[in-house]
């Protein structure tokens, strides 16, 4: 094991955190185990999410179950074409008393925000999320205001109604660390539901099982997990691998490698080890990279699929081999 690693007691405190979280989400947002652990992966690597699914499949409740299950605040923007910047980021109002400028801070100022059907207001507004994204910080009347960690955004649109929608450049695009789709529960998952989610909600009963320290210590650990040389050249060669596909117009960035390591390194430390392999790169490739390719005109009308080229890009890779120290 090498100076900089995580002591294995740390993985296994970790891991546990983890697994508490996701199980408390669960008892709310039933039968989404896989999808649940990516967002909270997500969270813990530092990362956004994009949701992009139809209505009333959770996507608030899970934000929501996120924010109750590590004590963190919760506030969410629905999205309109009316909305300004303002009404995400606060506004200075002039303060009669003191003679001076008062800063009334915007929902943005939240440890978990919820950005609803993102999709659906102007660029502009949009674009007001991108310093808060990417800095955690938001700069009004030339002020900068500090995000208290930890801060996610997890941002919702509709792949079905598209009128009235404003579709989010390639930039703002580039800094959700994933996209998940959550889909529809099995029959016998949404039969537990109509049981359990007929009476009084279940999110009610809901109880923190970490707090936001926690969360930040958490954050800090899986920085600690150690990524090999050649784990580094196989991310590196997968990206590099988008850009030359001759189907896609656009391959992925390189902030897609960074996030595509900070993300492993987190499974790495929720799957009990101090060190990546290359299963954790390919188990989280799909998620990472998808959102960020975009196929040439000809290959949309072959019907080719962006998670199709994705595996296909995967697969043609040569897998290094890898050792916990090396």
């Known amino acids: 094991m090498t100076e900089d690693m995580m002591p294995s007691e740390d993985v296994a405190w970790f891991s546990q955190q983890f697994d508490g979280i996701v199980s408390n989400i669960e008892q709310a947002v039933q039968g989404k185990r896989d999808v649940i652990e990516l967002v909270a992966m997500c969270l813990l690597g530092g990362g956004h999410v994009l949701i992009e699914d139809v209505p009333g499949v959770g ?9 109750r299950s590590i004590d963190c605040t919760f506030q969410r923007i629905q999205f309109t074409p009316d909305l300004l910047p303002s009404d995400i980021t606060g506004v200075s109002v002039w303060d009669r008393q003191t003679s001076t400028f008062v800063f009334n801070p915007g929902p943005i100022f939240a440890n978990i925000v919820v ?18 994204m990417e800095e955690s910080q938001v700069t009004v009347d030339t002020s900068t205001h500090p995000l208290a960690p930890p801060f996610m955004v997890i941002a919702t649109q509709n792949p079905i109604e598209h009128e009235g929608t404003y579709p989010l450049p390639e930039a703002q695009l580039d800094r959700f660390m994933m996209r998940v789709v959550i889909g529809y529960p099995t029959r016998e998952k949404e039969l537990e539901i109509l049981d359990t989610h007929g ?17 930040v210590q958490m954050v800090d650990m899986a920085r600690r997990i150690h990524v090999a040389p050649s784990i580094k050249g196989y991310i590196v060669d997968l990206v590099e691998a988008t850009r030359r596909h001759g189907e896609l117009i656009l391959g992925a960035s390189p902030r897609s490698a960074l996030y595509l390591q900070r993300v492993s390194r987190v499974r790495a430390a929720v799957r009990g ?12 490739a799909s998620p990472v990279l998808e959102h960020r390719l975009a196929l040439r005109p000809e290959a949309q009308m072959r019907g080719s699929d962006l ?12 897998v290094p081999g890898v050792k916990s120290g090396t």
């Not at 993102?118 to 660029?123: C, D, F, G, K, V």
């Not at 009476?199 to 969360?215: E, N, Q, T, W, Y």
Request: zero cysteines; a negative charge.
């Open 307 to 318: 998670s199709d080229i994705v595996a296909n890009v995967v697969g043609s890779l040569e």
């Open 115 to 132: 950005g609803d059907e993102i999709n659906r207001a102007s660029p502009k507004t949009q674009a007001a999320l991108l310093e808060a």
């Open 273 to 284: 080890r101090e060190y990546v392999t290359p299963d954790d790169v390919k188990a989280l």
């Open 59 to 67: 996507k608030t409740l899970l934000a929501k179950s996120l924010a």
């Open 199 to 215: 009476g009084r909600p279940i999110f009610d009963d809901l109880k923190p099982v970490v707090h936001a320290d926690d969360v």
